[in-house]
């Protein structure tokens, strides 16, 4: 049992990085759903813009699309598009939080980083290795681990 500050934390709370979610892909609707929405906030199946965009860039970009049982991964220059499509729209977004659009915006920074120093290296790298966020994974661990993030019976 781990010990945490906060007693009333059940210590049965985890973070999977994107990377994590990445790694255990396994051709199941279920993992490439949870993977999916920690990069898009959205489900594979569901209307909407980036979903369309990503299956415009697989038919113009074919072999970088990675088929992962029913869905697919993109890498390289579409996983690059198809991110910056998505992080522009939260940056350029109204209903958004100022402080959510600006850590957005940062993200889009870091990600431009590491696609064009991949890219120098003739390496694609993949949607999930592209927005991997190690501050945000360290930052969450940290909040776990302090007992700062608790379940509740709030409805």
Known sequence: MI??????SNGNLRFSSITTLERSLDG??????????????CSPDEPA????????????????????????V???EPAY???????????DSTTLSEEFREYMSECLERIT????RSQSLSINLLEGQLSHDPRLEFLTCIAIGNGQILQTDIP
């Open 113 to 116: 980083v590491r696609h064009r």
């Open 74 to 76: 993109l890498d390289g």
């Open 49 to 72: 813009e980036i979903n369309d965009l990503r299956k415009q860039l697989r038919r113009e970009y074919p072999t970088n699309a990675i088929p992962v049982g029913n869905y697919f």
């Open 3 to 8: 010990k945490r500050a906060n007693s009333t």
């Open 81 to 91: 598009l198809a991110l910056v499509a998505y992080h522009q729209a939260m940056i």
């Open 28 to 41: 199941t609707d279920e993992r490439f759903a949870e993977y999916y929405f920690a990069i898009y906030h």
